[in-house]
């Protein structure tokens, strides 16, 4: 459900830039450049941050969380936003993704505009006239690291395909990571997984890959979790079982088609939790490494608070000196 926002009197609303102008192979510097000219000819009172590391960028977002502006507009890919949730999850400051990323899922999943030369505009816009959605955030938690995520964690085969995709330069999008599936199905060997769901009874159930979804998609755009929905409050786990690569190939198409949840390969869950081990197990999160070996998956339901395209239902908004009707 999106969020009312709050009405006062009159002003110019503030708004945060957050950049990173590396994301999305130079991207972002475009993407950050056309959203604060859109911001400003609507009337919005902008101040820019730019990083120029991981840890410059976190530390302009817990600024910019402090300051309390009307809205953060982080332009990067998924995995920048990802990176600050840390800092900006159960803030009091909602955020408006301009995407500048390779895959952009998390856009894909809220509907924001990611395509096209005006995309970085109208996605900045939103921060004004959008709707604001309360959407669920992961954590994972390895023996040897942890990360909040937004769209998937990847498990086993998945994960060695994003480590895969992360090593290739060329192709761009998603055909980069169907070239690094297909590389690694020369490897391909199943993992004896011990699952846990929602505090069930451990299970051992073999298979090559299992994915907990946030979101349907990984990958830009690879329908893994069709079920996922970010603000629900659950997560939706696939797990395929041991599969040839003859086989694993032939599943492929039906994945594309987010049609192979009715293999009886293919096992689905939606869950709000999930423990899972294996030896040699390999965790990725948002397409970053998490850890190895064994992982506990929780949720933080509605912990981010994202504009969204609006559905019609919200009145004119003007701002006021404090924004109303924030999460504390």
């Known amino acids: 459900m999106a969020e009312q926002r709050g009405a006062g009197d009159a002003r110019a609303p503030r708004v945060t830039v957050l950049v990173n102008p590396a994301s999305g192979k130079g991207r972002g510097a475009d993407a950050a450049e056309a959203a604060v000219r ?5 009337g919005a009172e902008v101040l820019v941050r730019e990083g120029d590391s991981a840890k ?33 999850a159960h803030a009091n400051v909602p955020i408006a993704l301009v995407p500048a990323g390779t895959g952009n899922d998390f856009a894909r999943a809220l509907g924001l505009p990611f395509e096209g030369p005006d995309a970085a505009a109208a996605a900045a816009e939103l ?38 995709t992360n090593r290739l330069k060329w192709p761009k999008g998603a055909l980069r990571y169907y070239l690094a599936l297909v590389i690694e199905l020369v490897k391909l060997l199943p993992l004896s997984f011990d699952v846990s ?15 907990v979804g946030n979101t349907r998609s990984y990958g830009g755009g690879m329908p893994m979790c069709p079920g996922a ?39 689905t869950r ?59």
Do not use: W
């Open 38 to 42: 859109r911001l400003r000819e609507l």
């Open 127 to 164: 921060a004004l006239h959008g709707d604001i959605r309360h959407i669920d955030v992961g954590r994972a938690r390895c023996p040897d690291g942890e990360a909040k995520f937004l769209t998937v964690a990847a498990l086993g085969f998945d994960a060695l395909v994003s480590e895969r």
């Open 229 to 267: 929905d970010p603000g629900d409050g659950r997560f939706d786990l696939t797990l395929v079982g041991p599969l040839g690569r003859l086989q694993l190939l032939r599943l492929f198409p039906l994945l594309l088609r987010a049609a192979h949840t009715s293999r009886p390969e293919v096992l």
């Open 197 to 211: 769901v929602d505090g069930e009874a451990r299970e051992a159930r073999p298979g090559i890959l299992a994915a």
């Open 270 to 328: 939606r869950c709000e939790r999930v423990e899972i081990s294996a030896p040699g197990l390999i965790v990725y999160a948002d397409g970053e490494r998490v850890g190895t070996e064994s992982v506990h998956i929780d949720m933080l339901p509605g912990a981010l608070r994202v504009f969204v395209p609006t559905d019609g239902s919200n009145s004119p908004v003007s701002f006021s000196t404090k924004q109303q009707g924030a999460t504390q």
């Open 56 to 88: 410059s960028t976190r530390d302009h977002a817990a600024s910019a969380v402090s300051e309390r502006p009307d809205a953060l507009v982080v332009v990067g890919g998924d995995g920048t936003l990802a990176s600050l949730l840390e800092e900006v």
